[in-house]
């Protein structure tokens, strides 16, 4: 059975950087696109960042581009989200997710594995 278990939030001031973190367990790792998803409160789950099981391809939301890194570590069994330049809007519960089942992996409905989410707090 997969779990997923993130670690890595906090409350920071704006302008800050946080370094989130997904531990996978249960399968095998390099076979699992993974993604990062939020939601704020008050607000719908939204897409943030995905990566290809080799690493090579990844992908962003439009909000975050530019300030979000995701990567991982196959022989960790670990996904990260580099976060800088946070803002108030960044505020979310932020989750690990493994195995979409669409091509597109924005699509938070078809992940298979999720976490059980990571507080980010920023405040101005």
């Known amino acids: 059975q997969v779990q997923l278990v993130e670690s890595g939030g906090g409350s920071v001031q704006a302008g800050a950087s946080l370094k989130l973190s997904c531990a996978f367990s249960?399968?095998?790792?390099?076979?699992?696109?993974m993604g990062w998803f939020r939601q704020g409160p008050s607000k719908e789950r939204t897409f943030v960042a995905a990566?290809?099981?080799?690493?090579?391809?990844?992908y962003y939301g439009d909000s975050v581009k530019g300030r979000f890194t995701i990567s991982r570590d196959n022989g960790k069994n670990m996904v990260y989200l580099q976060m800088i330049s946070l803002q108030p809007e960044d505020t979310a519960v932020y989750y690990c997710?493994?195995?979409?089942?669409?091509?597109?992996?924005?699509?938070?409905?078809?992940?298979?594995?999720w976490g059980q989410g990571t507080q980010v707090t920023v405040s101005s």
């Open positions: 990566i290809a099981g080799n690493g090579i391809k990844t």
């Open positions: 997710a493994a195995l979409p089942r669409s091509d597109d992996y924005s699509e938070g409905w078809s992940y298979e594995y």
């Open positions: 249960g399968g095998d790792f390099r076979d699992y696109p």
